[in-house]
C-alpha cells in the first residue's frame, strides 16, 4: 500500500488541516507526530526508502528503539500538508539505541523533521510507558490559551481549576489537569524534558507564551483534548474580559460528583477551596 492511502497517514493530515483552520498553525508554527503500529508500518513497507543516513536526535529514547513516526517537517506549513503531504510530512525510524533517526518517507522537496523532535520523541516515550496505547502527540499555538499564560499565575494547580470550572466536560476530558512549563527556548532537549516530566502522569503541558502539547490514543482524541482545553480557554478569557470574579461557578463538590457517573477520577489536587474570589488567586 502506498503510505497516502494509509488510514493513519490520512488521520494525521486530516488533524493538520484541522488544526490549520482553526487558526492554531500561524506560518510553520506547531508540530505533530505518530508512533505507526507494526501492522501499519508493514502494510506500507513497499512504499519505504531504508537507505538514508543516520542522523542524531539530540536526544536518547531506548524506550522507542527500533519504530517509525510520523512527523511534521521542520519550518513547514501545516497549511500545505492539505494539497501535499509528501512534500511537509515523513517517517522516520528510530535506530536500536534510541539517539539516531533517519527519513524513511515524504519531505520529498528536502528538509528535516520537526524542531521539536526531541519534545515529541521524549513525550511519546514516556506515554508509552504508562499506556503503551497513547500514539499522538500534538503541538500547536493556541491563541486564548496562550493569552491566559499572560495573566494567570503559571501554577498547573490554578490553571487546571480555573479551566475545568469553565466546561463541565473538561475535568472528564482530562481528570489529571494540566501542567505548565515556563517560558524556555523551544527546539532543544531542556524543553523536552520539562514537558516529558509532565506527561509522565498528565496528557495536557502548557509552555508559557508559546503554545500547548497533547497527548492521546488518536487522532480524533488528541485533537478533541487540545479542542476542548482551547474552548475552554477562550470561555475563560470572556469571562476575565468582563469581570475579575465569578458570580457562580462549579464548586469542588460539583466537580466530585461527576465521578461515578462518568467513571473518572477527578483529581482532588485541583479541588482545594478558595479564600478569594479573583479568578486566578487562591
Ligand atoms: O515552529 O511551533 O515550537 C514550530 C514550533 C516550534
Ligand atoms: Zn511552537
Redesign the pocket.
Known amino acids: 500500500m502506498k503510505v497516502l492511502d494509509s488510514k493513519f497517514a490520512q488521520g494525521f493530515c486530516r488533524l493538520c488541516v484541522d488544526g490549520f483552520y482553526q487558526g492554531w498553525h500561524e506560518?510553520?508554527?506547531?508540530?505533530l507526530s505518530y508512533r505507526i503500529k507494526d501492522e501499519e508500518i508493514a502494510a506500507v513497507a513497499d512504499d519505504l526508502d531504508e537507505s538514508g543516513e543516520w542522523k542524531e536526535i539530540g536526544t536518547t529514547v531506548r524506550g522507542l528503539a527500533g519504530e517509525y513516526f510520523m512527523v511534521t517537517g521542520?519550518?513547514k506549513y501545516f497549511r500545505n500538508v492539505e494539497i501535499d503531504p509528501a512534500a511537509n510530512v515523513c517517517i522516520i525510524k528510530v535506530d536500536d539505541a534510541g539517539e539516531n533517526y533517519k527519513i524513511v518517507w515524504g519531505l520529498v522537496e528536502g528538509g528535516r523533521p520537526?524542531?521539536?523532535l526531541p519534545s515529541h520523541l521524549m513525550n511519546l516515550e514516556v506515554c508509552k510507558a504508562r499506556d503503551p496505547q497513547i500514539r499522538v502527540v500534538y503541538?500547536?499555538?493556541p491563541t486564548n490559551t496562550i493569552a491566559l499564560t499572560f495573566v494567570l499565575p503559571l501554577d498547573g494547580k490554578i490553571f487546571t481549576r480555573e479551566i475545568w470550572e469553565m466546561a463541565t466536560e473538561c475535568p472528564i476530558v482530562f481528570p489529571e489537569g494540566i501542567g505548565m512549563v515556563p517560558w524556555m527556548v523551544?527546539?532543544g532537549r531542556e524543553i523536552a524534558v520539562a514537558t516529558s516530566e509532565i506527561m509522565k502522569k498528565q496528557d495536557v503541558a502548557i509552555w508559557a507564551h508559546?503554545?500547548m502539547f497533547a497527548c492521546g490514543t488518536d487522532f480524533d482524541i488528541t485533537f478533541g483534548l487540545m479542542h476542548t482545553v482551547e474552548k475552554a480557554a477562550e470561555i475563560l478569557v470572556k469571562v476575565m474580559s468582563m469581570t475579575d470574579r465569578k458570580r457562580q461557578t462549579i464548586e469542588p463538590e460539583n466537580f466530585r460528583a461527576l465521578n461515578a457517573p462518568f467513571n473518572v477520577n477527578i483529581s482532588e489536587d485541583f479541588l482545594y477551596d478558595k479564600k478569594s474570589g479573583i479568578i486566578g488567586e487562591y
Open positions: 506560518r510553520n508554527g506547531g508540530n521542520s519550518g520537526t524542531s521539536e503541538h500547536c499555538h523551544p527546539g508559546h503554545g
